[in-house]
């Protein structure tokens, strides 16, 4: 019976341990960046849709092969979203310290 409640507890504590999580939450953090993305048509043929530029850690521009436009991303020194420029839109991002403003 002692042994059984020993081992439970040794189970248990095994658990907990290999469910902590190292990662900060909300922080994406990928093994590989997105360089292109490609569709299949209704004739199975691969096409390119978009192509990703990056600067180090930084996502630059996505540019849509389709309609040749160009997504631009600006980031602040604190390498923070600032601002995404595209064909038809600006958006702009403020922060109060760390935190984003609505």
């Not at 996505?62 to 958006?91: A, M």
Request: a neutral charge; proline letters at 1%; one cysteine or more.
């Amino acid at each position: 019976m002692k042994k059984s409640i020993i081992f439970c507890i040794c189970i248990a504590v095994i658990a907990m341990f290999s469910a902590c999580n190292k990662d900060q939450e909300g922080v994406y953090n990928p093994s590989k960046k997105i360089q292109k993305i490609y569709s299949v048509n209704d004739n199975g043929v691969k096409e390119l849709e978009e192509v990703w530029n990056w600067n180090g850690k930084l996502l630059v521009a996505i540019v849509d092969v389709d309609d040749n436009s160009e997504s631009t991303f600006l980031y602040d020194k604190k390498q923070r979203l600032t601002s995404i420029d595209t064909k038809d839109s600006h958006s702009e991002f403020t922060y109060d310290g760390k935190y984003l403003l609505r």
